[in-house]
């Protein structure tokens, strides 16, 4: 007995991190610089880059998704210190799929997250753009009832990763602080898993390791450093659209859920 508790306890001292957050709040490029990290080997879109067709397996095991890093996402085989990955929380199943997969690991090792939000109303126009660019959907219009279905999507969101940070600890915040306070909010993330914040990950866009970029084309394609003064023109872009539809939806349940939103984007929410 006592030997098999020692092996646990050195299993449990493997790392994992796991970068969640709704679709294009900032999951992409915010793995991709803790991914610079010469310790930090991270997945990108396991759930989605399994296959098209169905809902995969969750991982049973750690050991298997690490032989997967390299395999099927495009991960060195170098070992460090901490392995994970990113995730989006809002195609069918996704959710579900990383719950699973967080449970079944958690024999395996340590694990933290990092969760990253973003004003719905901002994330809903970088859809509605990526539509039109990138995935197949040139003629996509924006309209009141898609608006709301897209609000709804990132309020069960938030719900789902408040309950994974409290189940498992790790950071929460926004992506107006990722871009504001880059330093402040990498140090924490790094700092739940072991690690120090290292100035060079933010030049992340400079490594030729583009193709692993999974999630946002943008980053994959053509990755560039974080950019306040962007961030400032989409949010402009949001409330002058949220002003012109405000008369076609139910303000009352956009303004609850854009407050709650709101409520974490100066701080961060640090667990464990």
Known sequence: MAS???VYKMMRNRKFLSVLGPSRSGTTVLAAIVDAHPQ??????PFQSQTADAIPDSYQDLDNFESDMTTKYACTAAKVDVIGMKNTIGPTGASDWVKATLMNFEKDAS???ALIVRDPAETYLSNVDGDKKWWGNPDRKVSASDL???FELVAA???EMKLLLEKYGGTLFSYK?????PNVVLSAIMSSVGLEFQEAQLNYYKLNEHNKYWGD???NTNPQPLALEKYSQRREEAEIFMASISNQIDQVRIDQIRREIREIENEIVIIG
Do not use: P
């Not at 930090?40 to 879109?45: D, S, Y």
């Open 177 to 181: 602080m990722l871009v504001t306070y």
């Open 4 to 6: 098999n508790q020692k």
């Open 217 to 219: 084309v943008g980053v």
């Open 40 to 45: 930090v080997k991270l997945a990108f879109e």
């Open 111 to 113: 694990i933290k997250m």
């Open 157 to 159: 969101a938030l719900v």
């Open 148 to 150: 709301i279905f897209h």
